[in-house]
């Protein structure tokens, strides 16, 4: 079956603008993270979505929002862009069956100047 | 945050060597998984090991977990250049917290 598909692969913003990331997650997973991933932070949770309902948020400020739709894709939005805030952001999707791993897509790169 | 602290930071070893990895945690965990990284693109899934575990096998990986320590370790046996990447540990808490990851490791078979 396919994977986590994230669009799109590269973006370039500027400082100020917004930008709306996209994340398909594996038909039949209803629950979505998202990961920021930085240099100096490493990988950090942002947050994590389950039949369209936020269920924890990482310590973001509120700049960093996200969604999710009936079908289960997500998107995340962060507002007023700051140079901060270029990084590898990654989604992941896990079924139901509990505990069980988490699968990736490739990530959107984002890069604000 | 990061809870997890891997160790060590990078190691280069020769192929058909075997490379251990190290992670340690800090809070009580449902279960802790390995995570691998190729060149900054997404992470796949290699184990996973739940806490009431304390060893567990998938092909030339295997992984211990001491939750009395709060420390696991990962074992690549018979390294291959294709296993050159960054390693990661990710403790679940079980909840909806998503994953904590660890700074990695980065790996290097030379041939």
């Known amino acids: 079956k396919a994977g986590v598909t994230q669009t799109p692969r590269y973006l370039i913003k500027t400082r100020g603008q917004q930008v709306t990331l996209s994340c398909s997650p594996i038909?039949?997973?209803?629950?979505v993270s998202w990961y920021q991933q930085t240099p100096g932070q490493g990988l950090q949770f942002l947050f994590e979505?389950?039949?369209?309902?936020?269920?924890n948020k990482g310590n973001f400020p509120g700049r960093f929002s996200g969604r999710q739709f009936s079908n289960s894709r997500s998107e995340m939005n962060v507002s007023t862009l700051e140079l901060g805030d270029s990084a590898l952001y990654l989604c992941?999707?896990?079924?139901?069956?509990?505990?069980?791993?988490?699968?990736f897509g490739s990530g959107t790169r984002l890069t604000v100047v | 945050s990061q809870q997890g602290e891997e160790d060590p930071q990078a190691l280069s070893i020769q192929e058909g060597e075997n490379a251990t990895m190290n992670c340690s945690y800090k809070?009580?965990?449902?279960?802790l998984q390995w995570y691998r990284q190729n060149s900054g693109r997404g992470l796949v899934h290699l184990i996973l090991?739940?806490?009431?575990?304390r060893e567990k096998h998938s092909g030339r990986l295997r992984v211990t977990l001491d939750t009395s320590k709060k420390s696991s370790s990962l074992l690549i046996t018979a390294s291959r250049a294709a296993d050159t990447a960054s390693y990661f540990c990710?403790?679940?808490?079980?909840?909806?917290?998503?994953?904590?990851f660890g700074k990695g490791t980065h790996l290097i078979i030379q041939p």
């Open positions: 979505y389950f039949s369209e309902t936020q269920r």
């Open positions: 990710a403790t679940d808490g079980g909840g909806a917290d998503g994953l904590t």
């Open positions: 992941a999707s896990r079924g139901d069956r509990r505990p069980g791993g988490y699968t």
């Open positions: 090991i739940r806490s009431n575990e």
């Open positions: 038909s039949g997973h209803r629950s």
């Open positions: 809070t009580s965990i449902n279960n």
